[in-house]
């Protein structure tokens, strides 16, 4: 029953591929956000969903892709990947319909993406 | 530009003795501030939170932080702590994107406990 799950927990793969990770939260959240954490942890947003509908896109390369299914699923699909692309995912997401600051946001555990 | 400074990237104490942990912050207007923490190998977990009103907020985990508008702080603390304790830390400012919810998070404190 968790909150906010994230598949696969680890990947690895080649320059130049393409691969996605999964992104599924059961809290009935109406809004959800992609976030990178290099290797030196530092932390930032990289797209947020609000039902379906992009509403934060912070100038991340077209080769990353968020598709949102339906408001409990969103999944990023990243096209050629680059070395630098290394770095753990995390998916969260948070309720109300406008994604307000004062809304919790809910992580899950990360994809750690390796790309050799 | 927002943006959230943790001056301490590591830092290490003893079971038992009291934590601070420095937060400051850069916003322009009254800021919705957030410390989270990030277990090995763990998704984050929000310890606590201000938004308004006491500025002495308590948390999870026998936690605490004040938000100091004056020194633009919102530094974490514990009174005691425990060997799980041991983590990373992260601060964080909420602010509005286009009216929309973006944290902004600082470059972390990773807290080491000695038995």
């Known amino acids: 029953d968790t909150a906010v799950s994230q598949t696969p927990k680890y990947l690895v793969t080649q320059m130049g591929n393409d691969k996605s990770i999964k992104c599924e939260q059961n809290?009935?959240?109406?809004?959800m956000y992609w976030y990178k954490q290099d290797s030196k942890k530092f932390l930032k947003i990289m797209f947020s969903?609000?039902?379906?509908?992009?509403?934060i896109n912070e100038t991340v390369p077209n080769r990353f892709s968020p598709k949102s299914p339906d408001k409990a699923h969103l999944n990023l699909h990243i096209n050629s990947l680059e070395l630098g692309d290394s770095a753990v995912y995390f998916c969260?997401?948070?309720?109300?319909?406008?994604?307000?600051?004062?809304?919790?946001?809910?992580f899950g555990p990360g994809t750690r993406l390796t790309v050799l | 530009a927002q943006s959230v400074t943790q001056p301490d990237i590591h830092i290490t104490v003893s079971e038992g003795a009291s934590l601070e942990l420095r937060c400051n912050y850069s916003?322009?207007?009254?800021?919705?501030l957030f410390w989270y923490v990030q277990s090995p190998g763990q998704g984050l977990q929000l310890l606590l939170k201000?938004?308004?009103?006491?500025?002495l907020v308590q948390g999870i985990k026998g936690f605490e932080a004040e938000f100091k508008r004056s020194q633009s702080s919102f530094n974490l603390r514990k009174p005691s702590v425990h060997w799980s304790d041991a983590a990373e830390y992260f601060c964080?400012?909420?602010?509005?994107?286009?009216?929309?919810?973006?944290?902004?998070f600082g470059a972390g404190t990773r807290l080491a406990v000695h038995p």
């Open positions: 969903y609000n039902n379906k509908e992009l509403i």
């Open positions: 916003y322009g207007a009254t800021p919705y």
């Open positions: 809290l009935g959240h109406d809004t």
């Open positions: 964080a400012v909420g602010p509005f994107s286009g009216g929309y919810n973006k944290l902004i």
């Open positions: 969260a997401s948070s309720p109300g319909s406008g994604g307000a600051a004062t809304d919790t946001q809910y």
């Open positions: 201000y938004f308004s009103g006491d500025t």
